[in-house]
């Protein structure tokens, strides 16, 4: 297929298009909005189909991919081509190595031999992370709810970090459940995933950013009270 040809002969008949196949040695075939040509062996003549290319048409795919429909009736037949840096059936995997992403780090292991293995370690894992952070956090909630612990910032900075310690470890518990449902696909559905990974991607950045901000606040307190307030 060749794009400029096609362009070229947009406003040709088919019946010229022989043309294209004595000028074009190298050339098989070819198209228009409106047929699909072949170029005989010897390239004296060429033969047209009447063709509509908006039946091989499909958006199934994510990041720039293309997307190349297979049988006309199933809807779910069909193949992207990703980009550089990009993989998976939608290309819906970013492996661009200036940036580090959970789809990086575990997309070999979730297709390797003991994917078995990796599958119940990402599931299993993170949920006992947040069993076991979930009484200690809410002991911390407990104790720095108490009006002493809140008369200054370092307390209230405490009780928060408390909170979206345990709010991000749910997010990472259900990205790495997500990310392994979706690499192994035991549920496709190209629009629901992508919105939850996004969704959830968001929130566990942004809830990791807010922690770290809310560690240097409690680093900047306490060296100001150390410094001019005599550790009071």
Known sequence: MLNKSAQLISNYSPIKYHHFCLNNTDLFCFRDDFYLCICSENHSRVECFRYDSKHDQCSHCLAGGRCLKGDQVKSTDFICLCPPCHSGTHCQFNSNSFAFTLDQLFFIDLISINRKAIVRLLIILPLVLFLLALPNNLFSIVTF????????????????????????????????????????????????????????????????????????????????????????
């Open 145 to 232: 709810r108490r009006q002493n612990c809140l008369r200054n910032g370092i307390g209230q900075y405490l009780l928060y970090m408390s909170i979206i310690n345990q709010f991000n470890l749910g997010f990472l518990a259900a990205r790495l459940i997500h990310l392994t449902i979706n690499i192994t696909e035991l549920h496709s559905d190209s629009s629901l995933d992508n919105y939850l990974c996004k969704i959830f991607s968001f929130l566990l950045t942004s809830s990791s950013r807010i922690v770290y901000w809310l560690a240097s606040l409690i680093a900047i307190e306490r060296v100001y009270m150390t410094l001019f307030l005599n550790g009071r």
